[in-house]
């Protein structure tokens, strides 16, 4: 009897090595270049604010020094495929799969996600993984492709080419949300970002940058990307101590004994 193997699981956008290819094709582009810029400026504000002694990185696709701003003392980044790395100012450049991180559990202090569950066959397995590496109140930093943003015209239009980012299954900032509540992480900030069209013209993607700040301020949900700051709570045991009877209890029961110990003797 032949057994067949079980096929691979293929993701659309295609092989890991060809999603991180494109990717990074894509942040060479006039678009993915201000892209990146903004994104750096998210993440120079918010890493500041997280601290401890390890900081992991999964996903690099830009030559952006993103985590330049953090003051962890050891920053790592950690590749989804085998090819060359891109040049960068942190300590060490790893090479795993996010869906089976290769790192201890309750180890890391910091984990950013650089758009790693849009292009993941498995969003909730990475989401799993980083719960168990973090340490009690660590942080979990993730950057998503928004899928209600006005980039959703230009990703129907272009989403049969299997390119990314547009062939990616964009995840919304809600579902997100629910998914990192049901690891008992606890979101303490969210925002979107990038507010302009997507165009490929560099010079009218300049003109159009007040539309950052228009679009923080009125329509922050519609960005074409979202970063989410969740914190992994610590489930405190709270000891239950027995109810001790009163010592009025303890009299009267002592005091009933003893009458019907002394009636049993009259008795007999």
Partial sequence: MVISA????????????????????????????QFAQVEKAMLDDVLPTLFGYHLIQIGQYCDEALLQASKVSHCSIMHTSNQAVIPSMTDSHLSGQPHALPFASDSVDVVILNHVLEFSLYPH????????????????????????????????????????????????????????????????????????????????MERLGWFESLGQR??????????????????????????????????????LIESMESWRKKAS
């Fill in 125 to 204: 397995h990475v989401l799993r993984e980083v719960e168990r590496i973090l340490v009690p109140e660590g942080h979990v930093v993730i950057m998503m492709f928004n899928p209600w943003s006005l980039w959703s015209i230009h990703r129907l239009l272009l989403r049969w080419r299997k390119l990314p980012p547009w062939c990616g299954q964009f995840i919304g900032a809600t579902r997100s949300k629910d998914w990192l509540a049901l690891l008992s992480f606890e979101v303490s900030d969210s925002r979107g970002y990038f507010f302009r069209p997507a165009l490929q013209h560099s010079a009218l």
């Fill in 218 to 255: 009125f329509w922050p949900i519609l960005g074409g990307g979202y970063m989410l700051v969740a914190r992994k709570k610590t489930v405190t045991l709270t000891p239950i101590r027995p109810k001790w009877a009163s010592r009025s209890r303890r009299v009267v029961a002592t005091g």
């Fill in 6 to 33: 079980k096929p691979r699981p293929f993701h659309q956008c295609g092989t890991v090595e060809e999603i991180q290819r494109n990717l990074s094709d894509w942040y060479l582009s006039p678009l993915g270049q």
